[in-house]
């Protein structure tokens, strides 16, 4: 008898209310452990592996790859069952019993009686270590039944009641058609069975009476037309990017200050690191130099590493630096953060550098390292751009943003001379940071780049 378990999505964040489903491990039919990764999901920050707390065989799974399920909704059913059952099938049937003994005369002279005719015996159950044991001789194994894929099954089937065929869609979708006014007895749909997808509500929502276009014949060897639209659904970590920015601009008075700084000694000090034992296993750019002369201009102006209390109507000054690093990856923005970066000495905070790029390039940032960030740099110089206006983090107060180093006319040392330059811009929250606050900073951070030696004074 089947005894199914409804695993349930987790909130694997603070404050997670949805998760895209990425890639399953498993398939209906399958037999599964505890602990045993089953989905990838993609929430609002990272790609999460979720294990299963169950032992037994996957007997449906509720939502396919690229679908958004709400936390709280059942993702994969379990029967705990068939695990027994399985084990039971599994065991096999002892060997025969061999003969008695009898002795050769009496097996062989026909007149002799031994005793009473007694029938075959009973076969009796061999005690085994799970179940009530097996019939003795040879073992056959029950045929597995098939389980019907569920992937993208639905609540029911179509059945006739009164006339009227039931509507075929999965809860997410009732509801998403709820809140957009969506009648789903006047959709068509597209899914399995006939069952309305996410898709089809939002087609029938942007189903707006539009004048028709007719392209001009192709001509004979002419490449085949592209669609003019292309519609790609906000979700994962583009949807949380997208609302935080949109709640940190709207909350926050941004206000962003410039400065171009030589960086000459800096491309130079990066050469000479290059080459040292202590920087061999891992990379050296003159990103390791801006985190550290940002870090040494916070510990020299503490309010610049601080955030807005609006509930408590405070500002809530941090001793300690989380330095966010903006990466982009094929998932989006995202701003993992280096934990307690004031404690690292050059040769660690340039192993936590590379460290945080290949885990971000490779989506395995974790939850941990993407929350609790203090202030952030955005290295916009990969991209061959100078400067920019960038937006806080929310919950941030600052963040600097490094362009592209290339070489300009300078003057030094009275003369005009070709020199490595570079922009900094700094954007700050103007409740908690003035203009002369910001400046001092920038400069800082300026002054440690046109010469790294001051860094090693200041620090």
């Not at 505890?34 to 999901?41: F, L």
């Not at 790609?47 to 169950?54: A, D, G, H, R």
């Not at 989006?332 to 307690?340: R, S």
């Amino acid at each position: 008898m089947a005894e199914l378990k409804q695993f349930k999505l987790p909130d694997v964040g603070e404050g997670l209310t949805e998760a895209e489903i990425v890639k399953w491990h498993v398939r209906p039919g399958d037999t599964v452990e505890v602990n045993q990764t089953i989905v990838e999901i993609e929430t609002a920050k990272a790609i999460v592996e979720l294990p299963c707390p169950f032992e037994g065989v996957v007997a449906e799974l509720h939502a396919a790859e690229g679908e958004t399920v709400d936390v709280g909704v059942p993702i994969i059913s379990v029967d705990v069952a068939r695990t027994l059952a399985l084990q039971e099938d599994l065991v096999p049937a002892p060997a025969p019993a061999p003969a008695e003994d009898v002795p050769h005369s009496l097996a062989t002279d026909p007149g002799t009686h031994v005793g009473p005719t007694v029938g075959p015996e009973e076969p009796k159950r061999q005690p085994v270590l799970v179940g009530y044991g097996v019939k003795p001789g040879a073992t056959k194994r029950r045929p597995r039944k098939q389980t019907r894929v569920a992937v993208e099954g639905v609540e029911g089937q179509a059945t006739a009641t009164a006339g009227r065929v039931a509507t075929l869609a999965k809860p997410p979708v009732r509801k998403l058609a709820k809140d957009l006014g969506v009648d789903l007895t006047g959709i068509s749909g597209s899914g399995p069975q006939g069952s309305i997808t996410r898709d089809d509500v939002q087609s029938a929502v942007r189903a707006v009476p539009a004048p028709a276009f007719t392209p001009a014949p192709a001509r004979a060897g002419a490449p085949e037309q592209t669609a003019r639209e292309e519609r790609i659904p906000i979700r994962g970590v583009r949807k949380h990017t997208a609302k935080a920015m949109t709640r940190s601009a709207f909350t926050a008075p941004h206000v962003t200050e410039f400065l171009q700084v030589d960086a000459t000694e800096t491309m130079t000090a990066v050469r000479r690191l290059r080459g040292l034992p202590e920087f061999a296993e891992v990379k050296v750019s003159p990103l390791l130099l801006v985190a550290k002369a940002l870090l040494v201009a916070v510990a020299r102006h503490p309010m610049i590493n601080s955030s807005w209390d609006e509930e408590a109507q405070e500002i809530v000054v941090k001793h300690y630096v989380n330095l966010g690093i903006a990466a982009a990856t094929e998932r989006g923005l995202i701003v993992p953060n280096i934990k307690d970066a004031q404690e690292l000495s050059l040769p660690e905070l340039a192993r936590a550098l590379t460290s945080l790029g290949e885990t971000a390039r490779a989506g395995k940032t974790s939850l941990e390292s993407m929350t609790g960030g203090t202030i952030t740099i955005t290295n916009v110089g990969v991209f061959g751009v100078d400067a920019g206006t960038p937006i806080l983090s929310p919950g941030e107060t600052a963040i600097l943003a490094f362009g592209q180093i290339r070489e300009l006319p300078w003057v030094y040392e009275g003369q005009l001379a070709i020199r490595q330059v570079t922009t900094l811009s700094l954007s700050f929250d103007h409740r908690i940071v003035d203009g002369e606050l910001g400046s001092a900073v920038l400069r800082d951070v300026g002054a440690g780049l046109e010469d790294p030696l001051r860094l090693l004074a200041w620090s």
